[in-house]
């Protein structure tokens, strides 16, 4: 059987992956990348997953790290960008790190060797062409500003590359309820239904007057010259810049404490109040509401921590601030990344709404196996919400709530995306736990679980019968 051959624009690590992946099931591909006939401000060669950051892929403990057990799940599933970090891994403690220009050859030429890929160089100005049939998009944070254009009159999308200053998201079971209450502005009830939707964490004058000067004294992240004419994201000023405002602005927006009620101190109102709202339909994740920052990462988790309540918080993702380019995925893509109103195209990677190099890698590696699925007539379910890719595949595609608005966010692999287990009490002996072994052993369980359902779904899949 002759199959049409699948077009993928961009050889980042998404579309290098997606590529990749879909060859290796006997579907042919054509790969589009404009490097070098057109360079970009971040770039510096023309080799295909070019790292232009960091060389770390992050922790690479499957067992107590979410980035790790993906790292573990992309591994079983066959991918080119696991196999060539691991050939050009370079020591760097627990985290998995590499020789840049190593592993970036050592993809560049699997992907030019690859009997069913043809890599064809220049740009793509403009909307995917028809005729092409089957189309993953894989540019990432740098797309051209003519497909950006393309994207958006396709999409219906007010803008795509943009300031994108994101609030730090806190793993719900690290807050401490015994000093934070959950309640929602005069108890009212939103579309959710739920009069108690926020946690409060309160402070009195004295602590939000340090906490202003905090903001003021952190150390901030730069711009980079090529981003400095990039609009802040729907007028999403970082939490600072409205502190050099004036020291009570905050106090009468994000942290205003009006409508709130501490039951905890029910006679003494808080002078100032931080809110965090669910930002998953698990209920793991919360966001601290208002709270974008372009404060240095470091500086995050000490000011933080010194708000009431938030003294052991364990964060998801911290804050940031950078020039992005990504679509409002749970409102496009349906589960198998398809754009909805033009199912013949499909994202992949940092477009989509995920951060990071592996989490990029990821979602390329699902989309190349689904859209070679369809191409051969085969049927592909998502893996399951258990594993990290499923999960995270569940986020961009509907696990984000939002602020109601139909905002949102990107987001790194975390174990807040899975489902959650009990964590274990005592150990196998009847030794009892304590909490942070507790939280040590739970990630372990989820871990185990995830490889366990992976597997399962990996030979569902090789077993499942092509449809009529």
Same mark, same amino acid.
Request: proline share 7%; aromatic share 6%.
């Given at each position: ?43 510096? $060669? ?11 892929? @992050?922790?690479?403990?499957?067992? %107590? ?56 160089? +220049? ?19 740098? $797309? ?9 009159? @396709? $999409? ?29 502005? %005069? ?20 602590? /939000? #007057? ?9 150390? !901030?992240a730069d711009f980079r010259e ?24 905050? @106090? ?6 009006v409508g709130l009620t501490n ?7 808080? /002078? ?13 994740? %919360? ?13 995050? $988790? ?65 989309? +190349? @196996? ?35 608005? +139909? ?34 052993? !739970? ?20 077993? #499942?019968?092509?449809?009529?």
């Amino acid at each position: 059987m002759t199959l049409k051959p699948i077009h993928i624009v961009g050889a980042g690590l998404a579309g290098s992956e997606a590529a990749w992946q879909i060859a290796e099931t006997g579907v042919p591909v054509v790969l589009h990348e404009m490097r070098p006939d057109r360079a970009t401000p971040a770039h510096q $060669t023309g080799a295909c997953a070019e790292l232009v950051c960091s060389n770390s892929f @992050r922790s690479d403990d499957w067992e %107590y790290n979410a980035v790790g057990l993906l790292h573990e799940e992309m591994r079983r599933l066959g991918s080119l960008i696991l196999r060539a970090a691991d050939v050009h891994k370079v020591p760097a403690g627990g985290a998995l790190a590499v020789d840049r220009e190593g592993f970036a050859d050592a993809v560049t030429a699997a992907l030019a060797t690859h009997p069913r890929i043809t890599l064809v160089r +220049g740009e793509v100005a403009g909307w995917p062409d028809a005729d092409w049939g089957q189309t993953i998009i894989a540019t990432g944070p740098l $797309t051209t500003e003519t497909l950006s254009q393309a994207i958006l009159a @396709r $999409t219906g999308e007010d803008t795509l590359a943009f300031f994108d200053a994101i609030a730090p998201i806190l793993h719900a079971d690290s807050i401490d309820m015994s000093i934070a209450w959950r309640q929602s502005r %005069y108890d009212k009830e939103g579309p959710g239904g739920d009069a108690a939707a926020y946690i409060n964490c309160p402070l009195n004058r004295e602590q /939000y #007057e340090a906490f202003v000067q905090d903001l003021l004294d952190g150390p !901030k992240a730069d711009f980079r010259e090529w981003e400095k004419d990039t609009p802040y994201f729907d007028g999403c000023l970082p939490i600072e810049v409205m502190a050099e405002r004036g020291r009570e602005t905050l @106090r009468h927006g994000p942290m205003k404490p009006v409508g709130l009620t501490n039951p905890h101190a029910p006679l003494e109102k808080p /002078y100032a109040v931080v809110q965090l709202r669910q930002d998953n339909a698990l209920g793991t994740l %919360y966001n601290m509401v208002g709270f974008q920052t372009k404060l240095k990462h470091g500086a995050q $988790t000490e000011i933080f921590r010194r708000i009431p309540g938030l003294g052991d918080a364990q964060f998801a993702r911290l804050g940031g601030l950078h020039r992005n380019t990504f679509i409002q995925s749970p409102r496009l893509l349906d589960d198998q990344l398809r754009l909805r109103s033009e199912p013949r195209i499909r994202f992949a990677g940092q477009i989509t709404g995920v951060e990071g190099y592996v989490e990029s890698a990821a979602i390329g590696l699902l989309c +190349g @196996r689904f859209a070679a699925a369809a191409a051969r007539g085969e049927p592909l379910s998502p893996p399951p919400a258990t594993t990290a890719l499923g999960a995270l595949l569940a986020h961009v595609t509907g696990g984000h709530l939002g602020d109601g608005r +139909g905002s949102f966010q990107p987001m790194n692999v975390n174990y807040g995306l899975l489902p959650q287990v009990e964590a274990p009490r005592k150990t196998d002996d009847g030794r009892k736990l304590a909490p942070p072994e507790r939280g040590r052993a !739970k990630k372990r369980l989820m871990s185990l679980r995830a490889l366990a359902d992976l597997d399962a779904w990996r030979k569902a899949a090789e077993t #499942e019968p092509a449809s009529a």
